[in-house]
T-cell receptor, first 114, second 113 residues
């Protein structure tokens, strides 16, 4: 049973470009979370999605950031017009439907903005 | 020996010692707390969890203690090994849906042989 798969592992973008980060949850998991981690800091919650539905986006920046989890395919975190401050590690996690609280993390995507 | 105290960003111990990592949480309504271990270049790895109606839970070489009065969580690692070296984070449930994990500040554990 493969774990949470994220790709790419490393992504380099120039300022103003778009970044697309992909996450395939564990088999049987229908809930996905995205987190951002700056160097030397903890993980900051961004968004929580179910298939075709955003449940909680209270941690998402108001502009340039969006997330989706379509019926088919991986969850996508999209960052438009990237700036240097977007450079961070972005982690995806998945869980079975509540009431399960067991959350499993992927290995992350390291985004570097030049 | 043991190392106990308020939240410390780093903790250095000798192999074989017991380690205690502390965490203060903020949301008294949280009903679930988890400890994660993060090694360099990897995602957080689940260690142990505890529900708010408990004050202690034991796993293999690890014990989590929950003190709801002072909103304090601790992770005890027995007979610490070099492979335990990592950053340790506590997390509580929160967010609008109550299921997002809200992470605390990490503690870097360094184990020397």
């Amino acid at each position: 049973n493969a774990g949470v798969m994220q790709n790419p592992r490393h992504l380099v973008r120039r300022r103003g470009q778009e970044a697309r980060l992909r996450c395939s949850p564990m088999k049987g998991h229908s809930h996905v979370y995205w987190y951002r981690q700056l160097p030397e800091e903890g993980l900051k919650f961004m968004v929580y999605l179910q298939k075709e539905n955003i449940i909680d986006e209270s941690g998402m920046p108001k502009e340039r950031f969006s997330a989706e989890f379509p019926k088919e395919g991986p969850s996508i975190l999209r960052i438009q017009q990237v700036v240097r401050g977007d450079s961070a590690a972005y982690f995806c996690a998945s869980s079975p439907p509540p009431p399960s609280t067991r959350v499993f993390f992927g290995s992350g995507t390291q985004l570097s903005v030049l | 020996g043991e190392s106990v105290g308020l939240h410390l960003p780093t903790l250095s111990v000798q192999e074989g010692d017991n380690s205690i990592i502390n965490c203060a949480y903020s949301n008294s309504a949280s009903d679930y707390f988890i400890w994660y271990k993060q090694e360099s270049g990897k995602g957080p790895q689940f260690i142990i969890d505890i529900r708010s109606n408990m004050d202690k839970r034991q796993g293999q070489r690890v014990t989590v203690l929950l003190n709801k009065t002072v909103k304090h969580l601790s992770l005890q690692i027995a007979a610490t090994q070099p492979g335990d070296s990592a950053v340790y984070f506590c997390a509580e449930t929160g967010g609008q849906a109550g299921t997002a994990l809200i992470f605390g500040k990490g503690t870097t554990l360094s184990v020397s042989s």
